[in-house]
Each structure stands twice: as structure tokens, then as C-alpha cells.
């Protein structure tokens, strides 16, 4: 008898699950109708309004890779034998300037400098 009532809630509990998955299935899909439909009830008002449509949300930004950073660095060093600064290095490569700073501060070797804190300018050894 007890092994009868604990497979009927076994079994019970399995629909339940089932019921659940079906559900959030379904949820889903009218969540992607409602978007498609908000979709288009913008492009009509902007078609009608002849204001670009709202943009959609950016794709992230990809990753620098350390090779490149490390190429641009150099490029613009060589390109200026007087020397840069953290600051114009991030200005002349595009680079943010905290990834300038980060790479020139993990590489000290590869570079010699001149002056310190603000007059400390960079050059290629």
C-alpha cells in the first residue's frame, strides 16, 4: 500500500513537472509574439511620426586582444621618437586609457621613460 501512494505521488509530481515545462513553453512564445508586435507598432509610429525607430540595444563590445594593444602601442611610439605620454598614447591609438596604463605598467621592460607622474613620457628601447 505505501509503495502504491509513493508511486502515485512519484508519478503525480512527474505531471506537475511536465505541466510547469509546458507552461513556461507557452509563456515564451506569447513573451516573442508581444515583442514582435511592440516591434511593429513601433516602426508604424515611426513611419507615421518619420522619426528613425528607437535603436535596438548594442551588441557588446569585443574584447581587445593583448596582441593588438601591444601593435598599437608600438605603432604609435615608433611613429613618435620624442615620446607620449599615457595619456596621448590612448588619444593616438583609440585605446582606453586605463588599458594604456595597465599594459604599460605590466610591460615595464619593454619601454624606456622619462620623467615621472605627469612629465613621464614613453619611448621605444
Not at 515564451?28 to 509574439?33: H, M, S, Y
Not at 515583442?35 to 535596438?56: F, H, M, N
Request: proline share 3%; no cysteine.
Amino acid at each position: 500500500m505505501e509503495s502504491n501512494v509513493q508511486n502515485q505521488i512519484k508519478e503525480l509530481e512527474a505531471k506537475i513537472q511536465e505541466l510547469r515545462s509546458s507552461q513556461v513553453e507557452e509563456l515564451e512564445e506569447k513573451l516573442k509574439a508581444a515583442r514582435q508586435v511592440v516591434a511593429d507598432l513601433e516602426a508604424e509610429i515611426a513611419t507615421l511620426s518619420g522619426k528613425a525607430p528607437a535603436p535596438e540595444a548594442p551588441a557588446r563590445r569585443k574584447r581587445t586582444s593583448s596582441e593588438e594593444v601591444r601593435g598599437r602601442i608600438l605603432k604609435a611610439l615608433s611613429e613618435n621618437v620624442e615620446g607620449l605620454g599615457q595619456k596621448e598614447i590612448a588619444d593616438i591609438t583609440g585605446l582606453n586609457y586605463n588599458t594604456v596604463v595597465i599594459y604599460l605598467k605590466n610591460n615595464p621592460k619593454a619601454f624606456k621613460t622619462t620623467g615621472s607622474f605627469r612629465s613621464k613620457r614613453y619611448f621605444l628601447k
